[in-house]
């Protein structure tokens, strides 16, 4: 099974905006548009929004910087293409003051699945891509994961922990690949 990573950098395309509008700007097109590309597969649809693991992961600029990651999403479809998928999406966001307005800094999906999973990260990175952003499908050995607690209610056992992508080696692969500042805000 091929496993690649849609790498997505804001880069520029937030530069010199007011953050409330940076923060609609980004809300709208990750949770709004983002949720009409993907369709998840329909047992999963009561933890959609629930996150499976968060965690302050440093600062950035003079905002904490925080990992949002909702892990091993099954999908049925991408854009136009029907077919399975498993993706794990890690949200990169400094804290906002609002809890229902998110600010950019860096979005990473891991997609897998059979004989379509490049065409699908295409259609992600298309996605991203029309929105300014700068994208790179990467497909390697990525073996930096550790174990954590899960933060959600979907993994029910208690004692079960789920591994996770190491979030700052993810940041230093966006630096390397698309030129994802590792200090400076997008706005």
Request: proline content about 5%; charged content about 25%; overall charge negative.
């Amino acid at each position: 099974m091929t496993e690649l990573f849609v790498i997505c950098n804001p880069g520029e395309v937030y530069k010199g905006m007011p953050e409330q509008e940076v923060a609609r700007k980004y809300t709208s097109m990750a949770i709004d548009d983002y949720d009409k590309l993907i369709e998840f597969e329909e047992s999963y649809m009561p933890h959609v929004e629930t996150p499976d693991f968060e965690a302050k992961i440093g600062a950035k600029g003079n905002k904490d910087l925080m990992v949002t990651a909702f892990i091993r999403q099954p999908i049925v479809r991408v854009g136009p293409i029907n077919e399975w998928f498993t993706s794990s999406s890690y949200l990169f966001n400094p804290a906002s003051g609002d809890s229902e307005l998110l600010l950019p800094d860096l979005d990473i999906v891991q997609i897998s699945g059979s004989t379509k999973v490049r065409e699908a990260a295409e259609e992600i990175k298309q996605f991203y891509e029309q929105y300014g952003w700068q994208v790179c499908v990467f497909e390697g050995d990525f073996n930096k994961r550790k174990k954590v607690a899960p933060t959600s209610g979907r993994y029910k056992q208690s004692y079960l922990n789920i591994w996770v992508l190491e979030p700052e080696a993810l940041r230093k692969l966006a630096h390397e690949k698309t030129g994802y500042s590792l200090d400076d805000l997008c706005f």
